[in-house]
């Protein structure tokens, strides 16, 4: 982090399938001046939502495609912490406010902003009815014990990639600096009409990459023991078909409709 040593504040988590740019935002500072240990997520309890999967893998993985199937298979509610606080910064909020400041630092946004907007979203009414499935929370293990007594994660599916095969993704990742499209050199060429204008991100540098990686795996490795017996271990290198299908058969095996929760899935 630079405050923390931390090279970015804003990570591209794209699939190289789509063409939509998809940012993450890296969430969780492990600096003692940003920490917040007894932070809790105090809105509801576990009983009041029907089903919570988790999602974890490093930028790059595969996780945004992946979290789009689930969510449509099952009918869960997709929440992404990063894409909530990017709303707020784009708005200009009160909270947006926080984490630009942070951002302008190089630092990551700290677990007490994060679960801030988790308790907001995971007290909507959809959630209690449909469930949800969590895009990257929890990422520490800061965000697992807050969670602790509050929410009871079903499965945390850890989209597995070596840290070789998620260089080379993210070396050859490109951007329309026009439209903001992301492009692969390999993956997902741009249409050579526009080929002489994309570039490549500043932290899309091998550098930066690498730092990032390094930051994810620290922060993964201290949240999983929170889950041990409900992870689900899935290999990101494999075709977007096939993880799904592993996750599948997995999740499955759940019940997912009661009386007073119905399968909104399809």
């Known amino acids: 982090h630079s405050c923390c040593s931390s090279p970015d504040i ?13 940012e993450e935002v890296d969430m969780g500072c492990g600096c003692l001046k940003h920490s917040h240990s007894n932070s809790q997520l105090n809105m509801i309890e576990v009983d009041q939502i029907s089903r919570v999967i988790a999602v974890a893998g490093p930028p790059a993985a595969g996780k945004g495609t992946l979290c789009e199937a689930i969510k449509k298979r099952y009918g869960l509610v997709h929440i992404s912490p990063g894409a909530i606080l990017r709303d707020h910064v784009e708005k ?22 994060v679960i801030q907007v988790m308790e907001e979203r995971l007290s909507q009414p959809d959630v209690r009815v449909r469930g949800c499935l969590l895009d990257n929370f929890p ?35 490109r951007i329309d600096p026009v439209t903001g499209r992301i492009y692969h050199t390999k993956f997902n060429p741009p249409p050579v009409d526009i080929e002489a204008r994309v570039v490549q991100r500043d932290d899309d540098k091998e550098e930066y990459v690498v730092a990032r990686l390094e930051t994810h795996r620290e922060h993964v490795a201290g949240m999983l023991p929170h889950f041990t017996d409900r992870t689900l271990k899935v290999d990101g290198t494999e075709d977007p078909e096939q993880v799904l299908e592993s996750v599948c058969q997995q999740l499955d095996q759940m019940e997912w409709s009661t009386p007073d929760s119905p399968y909104f899935g399809s």
């Open 10 to 22: 804003i990570g591209v988590d794209a699939e190289f399938e789509d063409t939509a740019r998809v």
């Open 92 to 113: 200009k909020t009160a909270l947006g406010q926080q984490v630009q400041s942070y951002i302008s630092q190089g630092c990551l946004v700290p677990s007490h902003l």
């Open 139 to 173: 990422l520490t293990a800061e965000q697992a014990q807050a969670m602790a007594g509050h929410i009871r994660v079903d499965r945390l599916i850890l989209v597995d990639v070596p840290n070789d095969v998620l260089i080379a993704r993210a070396l050859g990742r």
